[in-house]
Each structure stands twice: as C-alpha cells, then as structure tokens.
C-alpha cells in the first residue's frame, strides 16, 4: 500500500502494481516533457532506481513499482526526488529531497 503526505511517500515492503497518481502544477506537460524519480539509500547517496515518465494524462501519472523494483526497498528509510525534463534537458526540481519509507509488513 501506497502512502503520500506532502513529499513523504511510504510504501509496505514488498508491495508492487500499486499505482500512486502524481501530478505537475505551474507548467502544461506535453510531448517532449518527462518527469524522473530518483531513489537513493541517502541523500548524496547511491541511486537504487530510477523510473521514468513520458505518458501524461491532464499533468498527472501514476508511480508503480514492478515486482523486481520492490525488492531492491528494504524497510527503511530512503531518499528521492522528482526531476521535469523537457526534449532531455533538465528543467527544474520539482521535490529536490523527499523522503521514501518502506515499512514492515508486521
């Protein structure tokens, strides 16, 4: 299960398929636009994966992790953050630092 409170994004252990709907105020995204996740083990950390999105409907898509995505999340606490690229060139941080909790199933 997916959990989302500001820039704080939680997550129970091993969940996958589950969509979480994010969406992109203050600019119109189109053709050419891309919004990417980066998620580290800590802020300046190493990059433990990094998703994609080219595909909007109305400024807004869904983050889902596959099954092999959410095995590299231990519980947890991680770092994100979520980057606008437009024609592949960096536009701005949209959430420069988040937080990413994976916690225990129980």
Not at 51 to 79: P, R
Request: with cysteine.
């Amino acid at each position: 299960m997916w959990v989302s409170n500001g820039s704080t994004i939680q997550m129970t252990e091993g969940d996958y398929g589950i969509k979480l709907p994010f969406s992109v105020s203050g600019t119109t995204l189109s053709a050419g636009d891309s919004i990417r996740f980066t998620f580290k083990d800590n802020a300046n950390g190493t990059t433990i994966l990094t998703k994609e999105y080219t595909t909007f409907t109305q400024n807004a898509a869904d983050l889902e992790l596959t099954e092999a995505e959410s095995a590299l999340f231990h519980v947890g606490a991680y770092v994100y953050n979520m980057d606008w690229f437009q024609d592949g060139n960096f536009m701005c941080n949209i959430i420069p630092l988040g937080v990413f909790k994976v916690v225990d199933k129980a």
